[in-house]
């Protein structure tokens, strides 16, 4: 068995900041083998967890961190208080969509967290818990406003609409009308009607979700199921233009209306010369020789970009 496996005998209590207790001693298997034994191949050591610290112990370390502003006791105090900021980030995700992540959130209650100790007050008596679940809190919001691309006076239309329609819902027993909606928040219709059209934008999807069909087997994204497979291509269109431009901007007036009535249009070259009262051998000939230009022209950037 490794030597890493003896159990370390406790140390005595002293009246030392008990920074260094975070360093978790493993405990000793039951019936380790003597010393004599083969030796083992060397085991991963296992992660170290923060030992749970008493009352006493962490006010010695906020006295001695608030004395000596040591970057290690602050690191201590992080970790100490770490399970508080992810249960406060569950606890917001809950409300939030599932585009959300939610050690996203954890990192901005983190930055809440360590302003909290920064500006913690060991005099005015109160505990740092409730302190800092309003910093941390706060901290998160933030972070979620900034990353909101609506307006918060938008938003506060939205919930206030919202409310009113679910109070009218309760109490009519069924959907409200414009004129009671209007009536309860105390507006014009044509207020409602701006304040609808407002909150109509509230609220943004991510395509890339997984859809929750309750087949874990078979998740896929919202696109691959919202996706119009038979819609054209924005992206082809424009590089179809932008080829068209290119390919017709030496031509003359009639021969690029040959070629677009030709290739883009698919009429025959009798129907196109009816149209441009020409004869379909005169037809035939400007093609050909459009074509042959066309020819040259590739062949030219071909040699010039081998």
Not at 55 to 77: A, F, G, H, Q, S
Not at 207 to 220: F, H, R, T
Request: aromatic share 4%.
């Amino acid at each position: 068995m490794a030597k890493s496996s003896v159990a370390a005998r406790p140390a005595p209590r002293t009246s030392v900041a008990p920074a260094i207790r975070l360093k978790a001693v493993a405990p000793a298997a039951k019936n380790a083998p003597p010393r004599s034994a083969a030796p083992l191949a060397p085991a991963t050591p296992a992660p170290t967890m923060p030992v749970a610290m008493t009352e006493p112990e962490l006010e010695v370390i906020w006295r001695t961190y608030k004395r000596t502003r040591d970057e290690n006791l602050r690191n201590t105090l992080i970790e100490h208080h770490m399970p508080l900021v992810r249960a406060i980030a569950e606890r917001v995700l809950q409300t939030l969509p599932k585009s959300i992540e939610l050690d996203d959130l954890s990192s901005a209650g983190t930055f809440g967290l360590m302003d909290a100790i920064n500006g913690f007050d060991l005099t005015r008596g109160i505990k740092f818990k409730t302190y800092c679940t309003t910093r941390i809190r706060g901290s998160i919001l933030d972070e979620l406003r900034s990353q909101d691309w609506v307006p918060r006076l938008v938003r506060l239309k939205a919930h206030r609409l919202d409310r009113a329609i679910r109070q009218l819902e309760g109490e009519l027993g069924r959907a409200p009308n414009q004129m009671e909606i209007a009536k309860l928040l105390g507006i014009t219709l044509e207020e409602l009607q701006a304040h609808e059209t407002e909150a109509s934008a509230k609220t943004i999807f991510s395509l890339s979700e997984k859809w929750d069909d309750g087949d874990e087997e078979k998740e896929m994204e919202k696109v691959e199921i919202l996706a119009d497979r038979k819609s054209v291509d924005p992206v082809d269109t424009i590089q179809q233009r932008d080829a068209l431009e290119m390919i017709t901007g030496s031509l003359t007036k009639k021969e690029r209306l040959i070629i677009l009535m030709y290739y883009y249009e698919g009429l025959t070259m009798r129907e196109i010369g009816e149209i441009m009262e020409l004869t379909e051998s005169r037809v035939c000939q400007i093609h050909s020789n459009v074509m042959a230009r066309l020819k040259a022209q590739l062949d030219r950037v071909q040699s010039n970009g081998n």
